[in-house]
């Protein structure tokens, strides 16, 4: 009872919040309206962005608004997605292998800090013209965006097991075998979706970035091209939001994955 | 626990105005009285007022350049505003000398259809190709060791486009239509006028004389473009910068495919049939000679399969042809030149703009 | 780590410095002799050579260096305004739990939102705040990076205010401790950890979304903007100058914020 209540509080806060925001936002738009030329390009209101998501007038191509949003969130998201499972693979392969081998670790440990450091996303241009194709570099660079914080916090999970358990481990003979899959990788579960969950967001971010450099589609050559005028405006605010929500939506599955594959974790978390 | 309201509503009251604040930053410019020029005033006058204000705008990124040559021709800096793709800059007097295409952003300031902003004949432009410092805009290029080992197909590609564009130009409502139908981005209506925009610029030379060879290569109008560019782009890769100022017209362009074409009946023995041809910019009448030879067929008829990519961007047209993305470009002479400067071979087969585009307009008293 | 014996930490500071050093080094000479343009199946027009990209740093140093100021301008500003002001955020949302935590939800879920998505969005919005280009571009620019740096830090320092060790809230109640004394005796010490969490993540963040935000600023200045105008011009070795100055400034911050976060931390660990 009482926790329900907690909860009905607690979500009607959130709410409240929220309404602030779209005030707030609103209030932005009220005075762009009146002081800018074209304010759509500034500030528009929400509610000319919602008409514009069901406005059946054709925008470019043959297509509405939302037709166009849509059919290229496709083609980005896919991409995102193929990147993000192999840096995935690639991150935890590589915490397995400096968490086994010590030199891996001692050569690795620095160039995984350094990783983050490279301007992948200003390299992007470049990434294209060594890879000679836009889908590619949009999957080369989502998996490396991906791999560092998945490699750095599963080997942070490696890491926080316990001397005691390890000699526990050895005490009863266990095969190599067991002391992975009993003990060292449920361990870095909750670690690995820490980095799951910080680059999801990012996976998608790269690919939308990587789709501006050309103008074969995708939700950044859409937003790149609104932004030039080239369409309807309310195009970019929709991928805005879209992208917001995407993001968003990709933490909490991330978070949703994580409860279906470890229920037991949450009680002491 | 009143206290607390009290509290909460002033946190609100603050974040709401640390967010705000920017919007409100203007007021104070409203009450600036912005001068234009007259009508009979000199060229050198204005852009002399404009660059001394520091509001002569344009979009960088290969574009500035002649820009760069006139400020130079009136004793100017060679500094300008970077210019949004909109002419929001230049309505609210941001920007006093704004870069134009007259076939984009001139239609947009004098017409009022949808995006336009309606000025009609308040505005006035300066022409780059009255004041000597035009430069060759859209071409069509490849890879010299493409068309070395592929003559036929350039020679095909060269004959199909031109076609195009000699059907475009004459019949300027329809070939409007079929790019809005090919997915263009901008209104029928701009659509149309830029149709009209740019037949001028397909059958003008820098000079003003009429050009009926489609896509001639005028060997003068090129080299007077190498000259600017030789001046105006900078290269910080000293290497790239040595190979800049060596250039010569024949590591540029080689007319031989051009006039095989023109001389030809359409009959060619392609060597690769499946074509692809990268755009500078979106989908838009700029390139209606591809879209029309696309839809009336003469691609087909000189056995190729063309599939048209559009610009826009922010990849370069040379990087994407260079690195076989793509088999033919469209581009300036002078994004050529810094590519071929910077490494690639590159070679120019046709001369599709006779003059510069590009004009600054301003305002009338 | 701590308890390591004197002789044996030496021993492993020196492979632990010279293993990745040795790899970085073969890394460079696959570079340098063109067999890494082999592996990957690359030109040295678009993957220069280390000892082209040096020539050209060397040439164009004062230019490198005019962009890389307006770069870490932008970064440290807006890392160091953001990071104050999600500090002030959490102190705030610590100070009234029951709506701050609402707060902090809508609050984080911009970290969601695609930098490339927020970077027009603020040139547009500041374009009235001043004549001068530079300046309303560097306006916009530090505005990106801190609206991203305040998200992370108001999350983390909140946790650092409220995960607080068992019983040592109940501790200090016990004594009779007013709040304020709770909240800078017990909450401030106990976030310090978590600032460093946020500015590990905020750091090298800074200075990518720094970059990114240059792309849509109307001033042509800045490391980013300078890849990109570069690449359109296709001078890649040149972009490859602008990138190495890219991934100095952000190893030069982040070591920089070890040894802070080292002397700060000493006596926790």
Not at chain 1, 175 to 203: H, N
Not at chain 2, 154 to 175: L, P, Q, T
Not at chain 3, 20 to 44: N, Q, R, S, V, Y
Not at chain 3, 117 to 126: E, S
Request: aromatic share 10%; with cysteine.
């Amino acid at each position: 009872m009482t926790i329900n209540r907690k909860k009905a509080s607690e979500r009607l806060v959130t709410l409240v919040w929220g309404l602030g925001l779209i005030g707030l936002w609103e209030i932005g738009a009220t005075v762009v309206e009146n002081t800018k030329r074209s304010p759509q390009n500034v500030l528009p209101h929400l509610y000319q962005i919602i008409q514009s998501v069901f406005s059946t007038a054709m925008v470019s191509n043959k297509q509405t608004a939302l037709q166009i949003v849509l059919s290229n969130a496709g083609l980005t998201l896919y991409r995102a997605g193929i990147g993000f499972l192999i840096g995935i693979a690639v991150g935890f392969l590589l915490a397995l292998l400096m968490q086994r081998f010590v030199p891996i670790e001692k050569i690795a440990f620095p160039y995984l800090m350094m990783i983050q450091m490279i301007p992948i996303l200003g390299m992007a241009p470049i990434v294209l013209a060594i890879t000679k194709d836009i889908d590619k570099s949009r999957i080369v660079i989502a998996a490396i965006l991906t791999f560092y914080p998945v490699a750095t916090n599963t080997l942070a999970g490696f890491k926080s097991v316990e001397k005691e358990k390890y000699e526990l481990m050895h005490s009863i003979a266990a095969t190599d075998r067991q002391l992975y899959t009993k003990l060292l990788i449920p361990a870095c579960i909750p670690y690995f979706f820490t980095g799951l969950k910080i680059s999801a967001p990012m996976a998608i971010t790269a690919s939308i970035l990587v789709d501006t450099l050309q103008g074969g589609g995708g939700l950044g050559c859409m937003l790149s091209q609104s932004l030039k005028h080239a369409m309807s405006i309310y195009v970019f605010w929709q991928i805005v939001f879209l992208s917001a929500i995407v993001g968003i939506l990709s933490y909490q599955l991330m978070a949703l994955i994580e409860k279906i594959v470890s229920p037991y974790e949450r009680a002491g978390a | 626990m009143n206290k607390k309201i009290w509290f909460k509503t002033a946190f609100i009251l603050i974040v709401f105005a640390l967010a705000v604040s920017p919007l409100f930053a203007s007021g104070s410019q409203e009450d600036m009285v912005t001068t234009y020029y007259d009508a009979d005033a000199s060229v050198e006058s204005i852009v002399v007022d404009a660059a001394t204000k520091g509001q002569v705008g344009n979009w960088g990124i290969g574009n500035e350049y002649e820009i760069q040559a006139l400020l130079t021709k009136y004793g100017q800096p060679t500094t300008y505003l970077s210019q949004a793709f909109d002419m929001d800059g230049f309505d609210d007097d941001s920007i006093l000398l704004a870069s134009a295409m007259t076939y984009n952003e001139l239609g947009l300031v004098k017409n009022s259809y949808d995006g336009g902003y309606g000025y009609g004949d308040t505005v006035s432009y300066i022409d780059m190709n009255d004041e000597g410092v035009a430069m060759l805009e859209d071409n069509i290029f490849c890879n010299a060791e493409f068309a070395a080992e592929n003559p036929e197909t350039v020679k095909a590609f060269v004959y199909a486009s031109m076609k195009g564009w000699e059907y475009a130009c004459a019949n300027v409502e329809e070939a409007a239509e079929i790019v809005y139908n090919y997915g263009s981005s901008v209104s029928a209506e701009h659509q149309l006028y830029m149709a009209g925009e740019i037949k001028k610029l397909v059958e003008t030379d820098t000079k003003g004389n009429t050009v009926t060879e489609y896509g001639k290569i005028d060997k003068e109008a090129v080299l007077q473009s190498m000259e600017l560019a030789k001046t105006y782009v900078k290269l910080e890769d000293s290497v790239a910068a040595e190979n800049l100022s060596n250039l010569t017209i024949g590591d540029l362009v080689d007319s031989s495919y051009w006039e095989a074409a023109a001389a030809s009946n359409g009959d060619f023995d392609v060597e690769k049939s499946e074509i692809t041809v990268q755009l500078k910019w979106l989908p838009q009448a700029q390139f209606m000679g591809y879209y029309v030879a696309l839809d009336k067929g003469y691609y087909d008829e000189v056995g190729l399969d063309v599939t048209v990519v559009p610009g826009g961007g922010d990849i370069g047209e040379t990087t994407a042809v260079y690195t076989g993305q793509v088999d033919f470009g469209v581009t300036w002479i002078a994004n050529l030149m810094a590519a071929n400067a910077g490494g690639m071979d590159l070679i120019e087969v046709a001369q599709v703009f006779q003059r510069s585009g590009i004009v600054l307009v301003y305002k009338l008293n | 780590m701590s308890d390591r014996k004197e002789f044996s930490l030496n021993k492993n500071m020196i492979s632990t410095a010279v293993y990745p050093i040795f790899f970085g080094l073969f890394i460079l000479l696959l570079w340098e002799t063109e067999a890494l343009h082999k592996i990957i199946d690359a030109d040295t027009f678009t993957l220069p050579v280390p000892s082209r990209i040096i020539g050209i740093i060397a040439e164009n140093l004062p230019s490198i260096l005019k962009n890389t100021k307006a770069t870490v301008q932008v970064a440290v500003g807006g890392l160091v305004l953001g990071s104050l002001l999600g500090y002030l955020l959490a102190m705030i949302a610590t100070a009234f739990p029951k709506w701050g935590k609402g707060g902090l939800t809508i609050v984080s879920a911009f970290n969601a939102v695609p930098v490339i998505a927020i970077a027009p969005i603020m040139t547009n919005l500041t374009k009235d705040f001043s004549r001068d280009p530079n300046l309303r571009s560097m306006l916009a620019k530090t505005l990106v990076v801190m609206l991203l740096c305040t998200v992370s830090m108001s999350i983390n320092a909140f946790r650092g205010f409220n995960e607080l060790k068992p019983f040592s809230e109940d501790l200090m109640k016990s004594i009779a401790a007013k709040p304020a004394s709770v909240f800078f005796k017990l909450r401030v010490p106990n976030s310090v950890p978590y600032i460093f969490t946020a500015l590990r993540v905020s750091v090298p963040g800074s200075v990518i979304f720094a970059m990114v935000s240059e792309y849509f600023a109307e001033y042509i200045i800045g490391v980013g903007r300078q890849i990109r105008e570069n690449i359109v011009l296709a001078q890649y070795a040149t972009a490859w100058a602008y990138i190495a100055a890219a991934f100095v400034i952000g190893v030069t911050m982040y070591i920089i914020l070890l040894i802070f976060e080292n002397i700060l931390l000493r006596g926790r660990r």
